[in-house]
């Protein structure tokens, strides 16, 4: 292994394999650090947008553990609603992937391995310095290497960000999840079935709760997309306390709702979720350092989904060290992801503020879950349907202003505020 790279990529996720990948199959030396020996376990419910296959057509298909085509939403485990994601008239083109992170990420870092990039998994770098207008990386046992580029793909709380001073007012989310062996040969629940998606949605404060099809288990969990603006790491069961008790009775109750039995042993794992805050600075030195995924706080607001725009921030890493306007980063992310990620924020302040009545007037709408699946995509733009459905929405709190859909004792009093 050599010691001097043109581009140093921290973090072998899908935002920094992407970015390795495209660095390496046009020319560039390229290392990819990976903390853990892959394939690793990565928590993560495993929710694929079909777009990805769009952006990386050559992820194979015993990646994809489940297609799914229909959702299933709840109200505190009632009020059950169950919609395909397609219409029946006309061509399906929607499909939501369920993979295994340990599978799909080592399938990513293999793809840029075979573009020539190189991989160093099981090290974990400890300092960054500049050095004669190159940076230097330290890991352990004395390891180091120089790049003219650093690539932090290195996560919620990496060193890439911290090393340089970018990131400084996060907002932090928490989901935890678990796996259960499940055999479908069983017969549980009608609706438990591998081409169907369970949400919850009243059980969980500004988040939600869900039962996603795998191949031979059941991924289990729930997640909360509101938080404080954090600056400290919450990244597994123990440091989540008190919400991970919460998140763990939440899940107990939803399999007991589907009277799934055998699930004593699941191993549970939190993590946190970097929610789009807005606009601000993700390269620094002139460029030569950039942001990418998880580290960008590119995950979305809505959805807690962060895959598919960590995916495309390593493209736009990658073409813009290779044309010579990495200095652009930032306005190109706000451009090509920031705008859309500003009017899921709106849905979401708007969502998670009266879940109650937008469960009402939106989820149990067999239209809106075709949209949300669009949404989720990449099909169709937050921006394009913000504003209506924020009108709509802002229009039966008006109407309905005499009841309780939320923490607040007067649901119209923020109204102002969402349309």
Request: proline share 5%.
């Given at each position: 292994m050599?010691?001097?790279?043109?581009?140093i990529?921290?973090?072998?996720?899908?935002?920094?394999?992407?970015a390795?990948?495209?660095?390496?199959?046009?020319?560039?030396?390229?290392?990819?650090?990976?903390?853990?020996?892959?394939?690793?376990?990565?928590?993560?419910?495993?929710?694929?947008?079909?777009?990805?296959?769009?952006?990386?057509?050559?992820?194979?298909?015993g990646?994809?553990?489940?297609?799914?085509?229909?959702?299933?939403?709840?109200?505190?485990?009632?009020?059950?609603?169950?919609?395909?994601?397609?219409?029946?008239?006309?061509?399906?083109?929607?499909?939501?992937?369920?993979?295994?992170?340990?599978?799909?990420?080592?399938?990513?870092?293999?793809?840029?391995?075979?573009?020539?990039?190189?991989?160093?998994?099981?090290?974990?770098?400890?300092?960054?310095?500049a050095?004669?207008?190159?940076?230097?990386?330290?890991?352990?046992?004395?390891?180091?290497?120089?790049?003219?580029?650093?690539?932090?793909?290195?996560?919620?709380?990496?060193?890439?960000?911290?090393?340089?001073?970018?990131?400084?007012?996060?907002?932090?989310?928490?989901?935890?999840e678990?796996?259960?062996?499940?055999?479908?040969?069983?017969?549980?629940?009608?609706?438990?079935?591998p081409?169907?998606?369970?949400?919850?949605y009243g059980?969980?404060?500004?988040?939600?709760a869900?039962?996603?099809?795998?191949?031979?288990?059941?991924?289990v969990?729930?997640?909360?997309?509101?938080?404080?603006t954090?600056?400290?790491?919450?990244?597994?069961l123990?440091?989540?306390?008190p919400?991970?008790?919460?998140f763990?009775?939440?899940?107990?109750?939803?399999?007991?709702?589907?009277?799934?039995?055998?699930?004593?042993?699941?191993?549970?794992?939190?993590?946190?979720?970097?929610i789009?805050?807005?606009?601000?600075?993700?390269?620094?030195?002139?460029g030569?350092?950039?942001?990418?995924?998880?580290?960008?706080?590119?995950v979305?607001?809505?959805?807690?989904?962060?895959?598919?725009?960590?995916?495309?921030?390593?493209?736009?890493?990658?073409?813009?060290?290779?044309n010579?306007?990495?200095?652009q980063?930032?306005?190109?992310?706000?451009?090509?992801?920031?705008?859309?990620?500003?009017?899921?924020?709106?849905?979401?302040?708007?969502?998670?503020?009266?879940?109650?009545?937008?469960y009402?007037?939106?989820?149990?709408?067999?239209?809106?879950?075709?949209?949300?699946?669009?949404?989720?995509?990449?099909k169709?733009?937050?921006?394009?349907v913000?504003?209506?459905?924020?009108?709509?929405?802002?229009?039966?709190?008006?109407?309905?202003?005499?009841?309780?859909?939320?923490?607040?004792?007067?649901?119209t009093?923020?109204?102002?505020?969402?349309?």
């Amino acid at each position: 292994m050599r010691t001097r790279y043109d581009v140093i990529v921290i973090g072998a996720g899908p935002g920094g394999a992407t970015a390795a990948a495209e660095l390496a199959r046009n020319g560039l030396t390229t290392l990819m650090v990976e903390r853990k020996p892959l394939p690793r376990h990565k928590a993560c419910g495993g929710g694929l947008p079909m777009a990805v296959g769009d952006l990386i057509p050559e992820i194979p298909a015993g990646v994809v553990e489940a297609t799914v085509t229909w959702m299933r939403h709840t109200w505190n485990f009632q009020d059950a609603v169950l919609f395909p994601v397609n219409n029946p008239d006309s061509m399906p083109d929607i499909t939501l992937w369920m993979v295994r992170r340990d599978r799909f990420d080592e399938h990513l870092a293999q793809r840029a391995i075979n573009f020539g990039a190189e991989l160093a998994d099981g090290l974990h770098i400890r300092h960054i310095e500049a050095e004669g207008g190159r940076f230097r990386l330290v890991g352990e046992n004395g390891w180091s290497a120089t790049a003219d580029y650093v690539v932090g793909a290195d996560g919620a709380n990496g060193i890439t960000a911290s090393s340089f001073g970018l990131r400084q007012k996060r907002q932090i989310g928490i989901a935890m999840e678990g796996e259960l062996s499940y055999n479908w040969d069983r017969a549980d629940h009608p609706d438990l079935r591998p081409e169907v998606l369970h949400l919850e949605y009243g059980r969980v404060k500004h988040g939600y709760a869900w039962i996603f099809p795998k191949g031979d288990h059941l991924n289990v969990g729930a997640g909360r997309m509101r938080s404080t603006t954090a600056s400290s790491s919450r990244t597994n069961l123990e440091e989540a306390h008190p919400l991970g008790d919460q998140f763990k009775a939440v899940v107990e109750d939803y399999l007991n709702s589907l009277g799934i039995e055998g699930r004593e042993g699941i191993r549970f794992y939190a993590h946190p979720l970097p929610i789009w805050n807005g606009p601000e600075p993700l390269e620094a030195a002139d460029g030569h350092v950039l942001l990418v995924g998880d580290a960008a706080g590119l995950v979305d607001p809505l959805f807690g989904d962060g895959i598919l725009n960590a995916i495309r921030s390593g493209f736009i890493a990658a073409r813009l060290i290779l044309n010579g306007s990495a200095a652009q980063y930032t306005q190109q992310i706000q451009r090509e992801i920031g705008r859309n990620l500003e009017a899921a924020r709106r849905l979401a302040n708007l969502f998670y503020r009266f879940p109650a009545l937008c469960y009402q007037v939106a989820v149990k709408r067999l239209e809106m879950t075709r949209l949300a699946a669009q949404l989720f995509c990449g099909k169709v733009e937050f921006s394009e349907v913000a504003p209506l459905a924020l009108k709509r929405i802002r229009t039966a709190l008006m109407r309905r202003g005499n009841r309780s859909y939320s923490d607040q004792t007067d649901p119209t009093q923020h109204a102002g505020e969402l349309g």
